[in-house]
């Protein structure tokens, strides 16, 4: 873009790692730089943790929960707490959605109308489980007693992407505080600057000193060592399916802590024959080009219905050439630029694959403007299931729609890949939409609609897209330990 | 014989102004259709402190139609979960905004101690909304595993109007035991609080229309049992029925709901509570424990341990002890801090518990001290503490709901437990004993909703209370409060070339 970037009007108040209620340096003293997108210019610099500032901070961690009052508070007091962090956020939003966009290059709009309500919702909703958290009483099969405690499973890491920061901020956060654990996190490098503010927020609100800790640094020192570390009892991991496996092996060869890996897809997006074509369209234009493309459950492969197909893509493509891209700042903009010139570059070389594949240009396909890293709505068609942009995970606004003739095909088609987060179907057959969702093995289907993301549904992959849910009832999972206690019963009553 | 404190009639005489006196109907306080009005009455002096709107049978009606209407055709059923969250989470906050005054209604109305109440009671009523509201967001129903081609899901709807008759004793924690869970899931009510405590019940309604409730989801019908009460209980468009209050008046309301339209019933009644004391106790806490067992609130607490079996080893160290705090124990106006206790709620419960006491005398259980009431004016009554009760005598049989404890000695453990259920109540027990056997034993032996081990009145937002037998059914407190409010609706339709079934 060659516009003057709209300055936000927020100011960068905490870019230091936050340890044991502190904010203080590196202990290296090093910084790094985090970059507006639409410039590539440098926002702030940032405290850049490494090994020993993980290794402080989990100390910090490991005392909070082992001698401090956050687990043997009542669930009430805890409860109070994260209510109070949601007020606090909501009197902070528009602060919170601009240091967000400055930081991602999301759509303001966006950022502060949905995200940013959508992180204070989730603190809310988890709250509301921390006097809930319940274990079992269980038959026996002779006279004894037993029942299940869950149990804070202790120090967890949380390793989060640049994507969404406030969102898996809250994915994590949320349900770890509300089961009594005591975090580590590690933003990504790209966007530290939201977490930070969000966890001041959180001091403010009442939280004991050393419950979260937030340290920024890159991914295979900070992260590395967070994955390693032997004192940490669970890690929870978002990010690449790549970094997944290393982050699992790290863990597994470290002392074995549990991980829950949320990791990328290459969503199917399903048309069917009765489909409301303009409708269908602009869902499907919706499921890839959100947040600038780089969703984790973007609906990347767009299966339409030969019946339907010509007329689809003729209207997918003109959809793509209004999208409106610019400054996320100015109002009205859908699409802001990509988060750094690795992703961006990245994109550029998949349009060009899909280009020298023989698949069909219809819109986009080359970087808009000469500044940042924005690239125009892109929109291929004639995409065959073997082209590299039918198969690997872009990240991108690059649109790819195939045809399919009859269910069973666009079935096997659509599981025919290692990954399994999403899907959409698009039909307003119960008949179809019931087989279509059973066949997909998908953690999360979207029937007529996409991206819904509600406090309570949980979400995750199948396959390589991960393991283990976040959200919902189900991410409790992750930062329990269950234990089950038993003891003989003399003359029971009953049994 | 407790003593009565001096000073506090004069110096503690705090009424606050009455700010709601009407019936809430649709979000509007108004007069009853008949324009009668009852009295309300402070047990501290026996009188009256204002006059309350009476509602009747079309009063009832119309509050009917507003809930229906509310349910039918409003938002708050149509809302999401977390919205109806958002607004109750607005009450809680009120509530606290306004303790004090609340507090103090409850004081003169109830004479329950005001010192508890701004403390405990009000900011725990605060509490139970709160964990309602967490709740509201997390009803879950299931997915099931069907045996056949289908794909089959239960929906936990919510039922409709409810209709709410709450007592006396903890007007405001009773009110947000059945107005929390209510809201949470969506339902529109009727709430008749008991005719001697009607203030709280009104200030609610004020605070929850600004909280954002909308209107005719929460109404409240000031009025007796007999009328107002029975015209709930025999709604025909009124879809459940939760009653707290004794078992004499929960068999009415049932029946009327039977004879009406088989509304669903909840009943949380009476108790005639046991606390066994074990020969490994310790005599200084079992011995506290009993005597707050009984005494707290008076005795008005449907859980109280008003039975006492202690095991013969240790009996004349604890019934020393027992006795030594009972006679220390400190009744006068609920507004002195000093007080542990204050006057019973009203003329009728303080003649009941005088006959009770005269009773034991005469079927000549032991005496050991207290008996008498206290002071000139209003309701005050003396701990008192019968021993060598038998289970026959009366005092052993009627729930007395006064400062009346019936003690009893045992020999075993089997005795213990034969006696403990020997009641035709199974609200709650009390064990205090440090074998893990004995108290594993005991708590699955007792046929009663609630068991206390080394503790008692150990209540939690997130823990079920109710009754077995004649104390009724349904449960207060907890996850488990919500079932009252709920449908269960299966539905199902067929699948066709699932891979999996």
């Given at each position: 873009m060659s516009e003057v970037p709209i300055k936000p009007s927020v100011e960068i108040k905490y870019t230091k790692l936050l340890i044991d209620g502190k904010f203080v340096d590196a202990a290296s003293g090093k910084t790094f730089q985090t970059l507006d997108p639409r410039t590539g210019e440098v926002i702030a610099n940032v405290a850049e943790g490494d090994a020993e500032d993980i290794n402080r901070a989990v100390a910090a961690a490991r005392k909070a929960f082992d001698e401090g009052p956050w687990p043997k508070m009542t669930a009430y007091a805890r409860q109070k707490i994260l209510l109070r962090f949601a007020d606090l956020l909501e009197q902070h939003n528009d602060e919170l959605a601009a240091l967000e966009v400055w930081d991602n290059g999301k759509p303001y709009e966006q950022a502060a109308t949905v995200e940013v309500p959508m992180l204070i919702r989730l603190m809310r909703y988890y709250a509301g489980w921390a006097d809930k958290i319940h274990g079992l009483t269980v038959p026996a099969d002779g006279p004894f007693h037993m029942q299940t405690l869950h149990e804070p499973i202790g120090v967890a890491g949380g390793i989060i992407p640049w994507n969404f920061p406030l969102l898996m901020f809250a994915w994590k956060v949320g349900p770890a505080l509300a089961c009594g654990n005591t975090l580590v996190l590690k933003p990504a490098e790209q966007t530290p600057l939201t977490a930070l503010?969000?966890?001041?927020?959180?001091?403010?609100?009442?939280?004991?000193?050393?419950?979260?800790?937030?340290?920024?640094g890159y991914g295979p020192t900070a992260g590395a060592a967070l994955a390693s570390h032997m004192d940490v009892d669970k890690l929870a991991f978002t990010g690449?399916?790549?970094?997944?496996?290393?982050?699992?092996?790290l863990a597994t060869k470290s002392n074995l802590k549990p991980v829950s890996l949320e990791l990328g897809g290459k969503s199917p997006f399903i048309v069917c024959e009765d489909a409301d074509i303009d409708k269908a369209v602009e869902l499907a234009h919706y499921a890839l080009f959100f947040n600038q493309g780089q969703c984790c459950c973007a609906g990347s492969r767009t299966f339409v219905h030969e019946?339907?197909?010509?007329?689809?893509?003729?209207?997918?493509?003109?959809?793509?050439?209004?999208?409106?891209?610019?400054?996320p700042f100015k109002e009205g903009i859908e699409q802001g630029p990509q988060i750094d010139t690795e992703q961006f570059n990245k994109i550029l070389k998949y349009i060009k694959s899909g280009v020298e594949s023989g698949a069909t240009l219809e819109s986009g396909g080359e970087r808009l403007g000469d500044k940042g890293y924005y690239i125009k709505p892109t929109v291929f068609s004639n995409v065959k299931d073997d082209m590299l942009i039918a198969k690997d995970e872009i990240f991108g606004p690059v649109q790819t729609i195939l045809k399919f003739k009859d269910l069973d095909e666009v079935i096997r088609r659509a599981n025919d890949t290692h990954y399994g987060l999403a899907a959409g179907i698009f039909s307003q057959n119960v008949d179809t939409i019931n087989t279509l969702t059973r066949a997909l093995r998908v953690g999360t289907v979207w029937v007529n609609c996409y991206n819904l993301y509600d406090a309570a549904i949980p979400f995750g992959g199948y396959k390589m897209s991960g393991h283990g849910r976040e959200k919902g009832e189900y991410s409790l999972e992750n930062y329990l330990q269950v234990k089950a206690v038993c003891t003989p019963l003399v003359n029971p009553a009953w049994l | 014989m407790g003593s009565h404190s001096k000073d506090g009639l004069e110096s503690f005489v705090k009424i606050p102004t009455i700010k709601f006196t009407k019936l809430f109907i649709n979000g509007e306080f108004v007069d009853s259709i008949s324009g009668n009005t009852f009295e309300t009455i402070d047990p501290r002096t026996g009188e009256v402190i204002a006059r309350i709107a009476e509602g009747d049978k079309e009063d009832v009606d119309l509050a009917v139609k507003a809930a229906r209407h509310a349910f039918d055709d409003g938002q708050w059923p149509r809302i999401s979960g977390a919205e109806r969250a958002k607004r109750m989470m607005k009450f809680a906050d009120l509530i606290d905004q306004?303790?004090?005054?609340?507090?103090?209604?409850?004081?003169?109305d109830a004479g329950k101690l005001f010192s508890m109440g701004k403390t405990v009671d009000i900011p725990h009523a605060a509490s139970v909304i709160r964990y309602y509201a967490g709740a509201a967001d997390k009803i879950h129903g299931e997915v099931l595993k069907m045996s056949n081609a289908f794909h089959g899901y239960t929906l936990r709807e919510p039922i409709g109007v409810v209709g709410h008759i709450i007592p006396w004793n903890f007007p405001s924690t009773l009110f947000f035991l059945k107005v929390g869970p209510a809201l949470a899931a969506g339902c529109t009510m009727i709430v008749k609080p008991a005719e001697q405590t009607p203030l709280s019940a009104l200030y609610y309604a004020h605070l929850a229309k600004l909280a954002g409730i909308p209107d005719g989801v929460l109404n409240i019908i000031t009025g007796f049992g007999p009328t107002a009460g029975a015209a709930i209980s025999s709604h025909m468009d009124i879809d459940a029925v939760n009653f707290t209050g004794s078992t004499e008046v929960g068999r009415i309301v049932m029946k009327a709901a039977a004879e009406s339209n088989l509304k669903v019933v909840s009943l949380e009644l009476g108790g005639k509570s046991p606390l066994i004391i074990f020969d490994d106790a310790d005599v200084d806490m079992a011995a506290q424990l009993a005597l707050n067992g009984v005494l707290h609130n008076k005795g008005e607490i449907c859980v109280a341990s008003s039975r006492l079996f202690v095991q013969e080893g240790i009996y004349e160290k604890l019934v020393e002890k027992l006795v030594e705090k009972a006679k220390a124990w400190v009744v006068g106006d609920p507004f002195d801090p000093k007080v542990q206790h204050g006057p019973q709620v009203d003329k009728?419960?303080?003649?009941?518990?005088?006959?009770?006491?005269?009773?034991?005398?005469?079927?000549?259980?032991?005496?050991?001290?207290g008996g008498k009431p206290l002071g000139e004016k209003g309701y005050y009554i003396e701990p008192t503490i019968f021993a060598e009760v038998k289970e026959d005598m009366l005092i052993a049989k009627d729930e007395i709901f006064g400062p009346v404890l019936a003690l009893a000695k045992f020999k075993t453990i089997d005795e213990a437990i034969k006696r403990a259920n020997s009641t035709r109540y199974g609200l709650a027990a009390g064990i205090v004993t440090k074998d893990l056997n004995v108290a594993n034993t005991v708590s699955r032996s007792i046929r009663a909703g609630t068991i206390w081990i080394n503790c008692y009145f150990a209540f939690d937002n997130d823990c079920p209370v109710g009754g077995y037998k004649m104390s009724g059914f349904g449960r207060d407190f907890g996850l488990e409060a919500l079932h009252k409010y709920f449908q269960v609706k299966s539905v199902v339709t067929p699948i066709y070339n699932s891979p999996w079934l």
């Open positions: 503010f969000a966890a001041k927020l959180l001091h403010e609100a009442g939280l004991p000193p050393g419950v979260l800790n937030v340290i920024p690449s399916t790549e970094t997944g496996k290393i982050v699992l092996e019946s339907i197909y010509d007329k689809f893509v003729e209207k997918a493509k003109q959809r793509a050439l209004k999208r409106s891209v610019g400054d | 306004n303790v004090e005054e609340l507090a103090a209604l409850d004081t003169i009728q419960q303080f003649e009941k518990i005088l006959s009770y006491i005269e009773h034991g005398k005469k079927e000549g259980a032991t005496l050991l001290t």
